[in-house]
Structure formats: structure tokens, C-alpha cells
């Protein structure tokens, strides 16, 4: 097969499954009138990532009303902040703490129904640096699935109980299977620094899920199709092949110089395409002496399209080549269709933390629009390193390069950081007395985008946290219009834009800021970017928000709980409504 080097797209999918146009927007007055509930049974909502809700109660003329209905505290406050996003189905909620426990709420009131306790269950053995982190569960066929440590639970929907059949009593060690048969003496897998931080995608029978954590030095991040009923990894596809062995080795092999092949985790869930039967995949960053990986270092910080009946590689997409920034591609590849040139274009997108948007064709993985391997600062710091030369920078249909989601170049620097350090160009090599954008910091993160069916947007969420500045970080919350290229418009406000956003058909787009005072939750205007409502959560907000219906009556969910980049935990589960008349 002829490997390509770009990315795809994909339809938006409904909530049951089934592609449709995001174009395509289907009334939910029938469904309201009827007292119909709507859920939220990904992690993304659907399997293309899209974050788009049709429904439409709560609106732009509204929305200024909206006030919380309930709240719940789960009372874990350990790990990295409350990452968790709301999976609703048949007005039960569903999310996890830190650690992968899972709360089952009733959706229209917060009150717990059962709860499932991983901390005993996920062993010990774990790595310096390791931190609890979790994002959620899926739901699917009566059954919610979490990844938490380096296992997958499998739970009865209903009572919380695990479910037998699945790995040994309801707990599969997915990650340790695979790692067995390459390292046959290996204990557990979170001792060689696998785990998972994202929440399961599910699929036909079979959950995709990526593990982590490149900083822990893994020899490559791994992607697992697992059988949803039994546990067993029914393929796995290394993201840093190790030698011949791995699928992908003849093209990634000769990228890696120097004796390491470290790196390559998976931070957030993948998407899907089941007609193109494609799975997508983020990939992170790669780790260790960058003297000791001279080369592009393949597959990291690449968007990868894998077959899902088998884990074959289809394309490849590399973001930065030779990664020394920590520029991890760290959200879910976003699927979408698009008009472009009177031609139906099936897209991938996927906002990386170097600080660009990248937008490609998820059949063949060729850019929408021009991406220029332009010539950046070859000038190495440590001894025996060699900086590749070039990096991918996006253009728009008109030929001029894409805005960054967030500043590219440091900018509002205090004057005293200015006296002993100097502004550098992006992608010069680290040293002393820099200031750098987007920094470790900065970019795109985790949090997902969402795709708006109404406006044809793209909205995502990013930081400008610039290395040596001396100030604190700020967000940038954008909208682009994938046709073009174009940014819409763009907003700025305190603290950290690490969660995802949702779009709804009520012409809105929410998302949080995380703060070490306190976080926003905004609903912005999706056409023009103009604040319509926020509320203080209390904490920093880290995690992407839900929408979904119980009984006719439309709410707004979001997590809240984390300080500095969410290095302090927090436990709560908020949801908002409109006043009751």
C-alpha cells in the first residue's frame, strides 16, 4: 500500500452512529414537543469528534438566562485537575475523577446513583512523574467502558457492577498484553510508563484507545482495537515502530539516528470514519537526547489514519519535524465535510501545540490548502544534534500563511524579562536567556475542537504561555473557516484555554479558561465571537463540555477543578439550564 502523507475527513455523525453532512442541520422541535431525551454518548459526541449539538432551547436570544441547575462533588481532589467531560444517556450522566472512578448521575437533578472505585484495582509500580489524570467514559450497548491506570474497566450501565466476561471480571490489561510480547518479563505496564489519560472510542463492537505518556520514555505510544465483549487486543500499531517487527518500520525506522526511539504517546480519544473504515489518531511528542534521535523521529507529532479491521497504516501526517519544543499534536483529529472549490471534501483537522491549525483530506491526507515546508533556524545548541530544516507552516486558499491559534512570536513581554532575554523566531533551538511562543506551554492542548454544522466553523481553544517570559499565560479562543483557511475571529482572556469547546444549533460555542483564582465558562456567539454569558466556576476549568436533553429540557455541562495547568485537582460536576417557567 502507498503510504500518503496527509489527513482526512470525515462526515459529522450523529449521535446514533450514522454519517450525515454537519450541513445538514435536523430540527429537534418534534423531539422537544414529545418530551424526548437526547444524549451525549461519547466522549466527543460522535465518533467524528465533532462536538456539534442540534439542539437549539438554549440560543443566543437566551442564553443570558442560563443559570446552574445543579452541582456534585465527587470529593477526589488528587491528580491533575477535573478533566473529566459528562457522557449523558438516557438521562444518566457519567464521569470519572482523576484517578478513573466513575460516578453515575441522574442528568436532570445530580444526585449519585453508584459509583465504581478503580484506586485499589489500578496497582502500584508507577514511574517518577506520573499524576493522575482522566478524561471519561463512553457508553455503548448497556455497557461504560474507562481507561484508568494502564487497564480498561468494562460496567453494567445500569448498577455499576463490572461486567464478567470482560478480561477478569470486568478489568483487561490491554496495555501490559501487548507489551508482553515484545518484553516477555515485564510486571505491569504503567512500571515502563504506560497509561491512559483518555477516554475510550467505541465503535461496531471494539473500543479504540491510545496510551501514554511520551515523558515517561515509552518506546512508542500504542493504538488498541479491543474486543468490547471479552477485553482481547484484537491489533496494536506502535506509533514509534522499534524495529522490524513494527508496521511501519521500513518509513519510521530510518528517521530515528542515534540509539533512542522514545516518545509518542496518545494524549485524547480517536476519531472514526466507518465508511472510509479509517480510525485517526493525535500522536505526541518524542523524548530523550535529541543527539540520540537525529531524523524527523516518525511517527511523532503526526496525524495517523489507520485501518480499523486491521491497524494497517493508510497515511501519515507530521506536524513538526524533529521535535525538541515539546510541540505535541495532542487533541482528536476532528472529522468534517466541506464545500471547497464546488467540490465535497471529506477533512480531518487537528490544532497542534506548535501553534498551527492543519487541515487535510482524511481519504489521502493531502492538505486542503497549501502547507509550506518552509526553512526555520538551524543553529544547534547541544554538541551532535542536528535541527531538521524545514517545518510544515499552513497557508490559506489565498496563498497567504493561516493565523496561529495562538501567538507564534512572544508578544506583551514585561520590559525587565526583555533586559536579560531575547524574543527568538519560532522553532529556534532551546537555550539560555530565550523567550519562546508558544512555549512548553503553549498552543493547542488536549482539549478538543468543535465543528459548528450552522456556521461551518472550527473552534479552538489554545494557550499563550511563551518560555522565559515572565508572565502569566492568557487563552485564544478562535474560529476558523475551513474553506478558506481563514481566522473569523478571535478572543482573549485570563488563564489557561486548555479544555475543548462544543458547538449547538442554538448558534452558540461554549468553553471554560483555567485559572489559579478562579475559571470561566463562556458561551460565545458562533458567528461573531461576542461574549453572551460566563459564570465563575470557583477553579480553573480543564475539561470540555456536554449538551444534552432530559425530558424536553436542554443543559449544559461542564467539569471544574485544577489551578495552574490543573496541576491542582478538583472535583466538581456542573449543569446548567434555563430558568423553569
Excluded at 489524570?133 to 463490572?162: E, H, M, Q
Excluded at 543553529?379 to 542536528?386: L, V, W, Y
Excluded at 522565559?468 to 487563552?475: E, H, N
Excluded at 470540555?544 to 424536553?552: F, H, L, T
Aim: hydrophobic share 40%.
Amino acid at each position: 500500500m502507498t503510504l500518503k502523507r496527509s489527513i482526512a475527513s470525515i462526515s459529522l455523525l450523529a449521535a446514533s452512529a450514522v454519517l450525515f453532512s454537519p450541513l445538514d442541520i435536523r430540527p429537534l422541535a418534534a423531539q422537544q414537543a414529545a418530551g424526548r431525551s437526547v444524549d451525549w454518548p461519547l466522549h466527543n459526541l460522535d465518533l467524528a469528534g465533532g462536538r456539534f449539538s442540534t439542539l437549539d432551547q438554549i440560543k443566543t436570544s437566551n442564553v443570558k438566562s442560563l443559570t446552574p441547575r445543579w452541582l456534585f462533588q465527587h470529593g477526589v481532589i488528587d491528580g491533575v485537575s477535573n478533566q473529566t467531560t459528562p457522557v449523558v444517556v438516557g438521562g444518566v450522566m457519567y464521569v470519572t475523577d482523576a484517578r478513573g472512578s466513575v460516578y453515575a448521575l441522574d442528568a436532570a437533578e445530580g444526585q449519585l446513583l453508584w459509583t465504581f472505585d478503580v484506586t485499589r484495582l489500578i496497582g502500584g509500580g508507577a514511574p517518577e512523574g506520573y499524576v493522575f489524570r482522566n478524561r471519561g467514559v463512553c457508553y455503548a450497548d448497556g455497557v461504560v467502558y474507562t481507561a484508568a491506570g494502564s487497564f480498561l474497566f468494562a460496567l453494567d450501565a445500569k448498577t455499576g457492577k463490572p461486567i464478567p466476561g470482560f478480561g477478569v471480571n470486568g478489568q483487561a490489561s490491554v496495555i501490559l498484553d501487548v507489551l508482553k510480547e515484545r518484553y516477555p518479563e515485564v510486571k505491569n505496564a504503567i512500571s515502563m510508563g504506560y497509561w491512559f489519560t483518555t477516554a475510550p472510542q467505541y465503535h461496531n463492537g471494539v473500543i479504540y484507545i491510545g496510551s501514554t505518556r511520551s515523558e515517561s520514555r515509552i518506546p512508542g505510544g500504542h493504538v488498541l482495537a479491543v474486543d468490547g465483549k471479552t477485553g482481547k487486543v484484537l491489533w496494536h500499531f506502535n506509533t514509534i515502530p522499534q524495529d522490524e517487527k513494527d508496521q511501519g518500520w521500513e518509513i519510521a525506522g530510518p528517521t530515528w539516528t542515534g540509539g533512542e526511539r522514545n516518545g509518542g504517546g496518545i494524549w485524547e480519544t480517536m476519531s472514526i470514519d466507518p465508511e472510509l473504515g479509517l480510525v485517526y489518531a493525535a500522536v505526541g511528542n518524542p523524548f530523550g537526547d535529541a543527539t540520540k534521535r537525529i531524523g524527523m523521529n516518525l511517527f511523532t507529532d503526526s496525524i495517523i489514519a489507520l485501518t480499523l479491521n486491521t491497524g494497517t497504516l493508510k497515511w501519515f501526517f507530521q506536524q513538526t519535524h524533529h521535535d525538541v519544543w515539546d510541540f505535541d499534536s495532542g487533541n482528536q483529529p476532528i472529522l468534517f465535510d466541506m464545500q471547497v472549490g464546488g467540490q465535497r471534501v471529506r477533512a480531518v483537522a487537528e490544532a497542534s501545540k506548535n501553534g498551527f491549525l492543519y487541515i487535510l483530506n482524511r481519504e489521502t491526507g493531502k492538505p486542503v490548502h497549501e502547507i509550506r515546508e518552509t526553512p526555520v533556524p538551524t543553529e544547534t545548541i547541544r554538541p551532535g544534534d542536528q535541527a531538521w530544516p524545514t517545518q510544515p507552516i499552513p497557508y490559506t486558499a489565498a496563498g497567504k500563511p493561516m493565523s496561529p491559534v495562538s501567538p507564534v512570536f512572544p508578544v506583551d513581554i514585561p520590559p525587565e524579562v526583555l533586559a536579560r532575554s531575547k524574543p527568538m523566531p519560532m522553532f529556534t533551538q532551546p537555550g539560555q536567556n530565550q523567550i519562546r511562543a508558544p512555549g512548553t506551554e503553549g498552543g493547542a492542548s488536549y482539549g478538543p475542537i468543535s465543528f459548528s454544522g450552522q456556521t461551518g466553523y472550527l473552534y479552538v481553544n489554545a494557550i499563550d504561555g511563551p518560555a522565559g517570559s515572565g508572565r502569566p499565560a492568557r487563552g485564544y479562543f478562535s474560529a476558523f473557516d475551513p474553506k478558506t483557511g481563514e481566522l473569523v475571529w478571535q478572543k482573549t482572556f485570563e488563564g489557561w484555554g486548555q479544555g475543548g469547546s462544543v458547538a449547538t444549533a442554538g448558534g452558540l460555542v461554549f468553553a471554560g479558561s483555567g485559572s489559579n483564582v478562579a475559571g470561566y465558562f463562556f458561551a460565545y456567539d458562533a458567528k461573531t465571537g461576542e461574549v453572551l454569558w460566563k459564570f465563575n466556576t470557583g477553579s480553573g476549568v480543564f475539561s470540555s463540555p456536554s449538551v444534552y436533553m432530559v425530558n424536553g429540557e436542554q443543559f449544559v455541562t461542564v467539569a471544574s477543578g485544577g489551578g495552574e495547568r490543573g496541576r491542582r485537582g478538583g472535583d466538581l460536576i456542573l449543569s446548567f439550564a434555563l430558568p423553569k417557567p
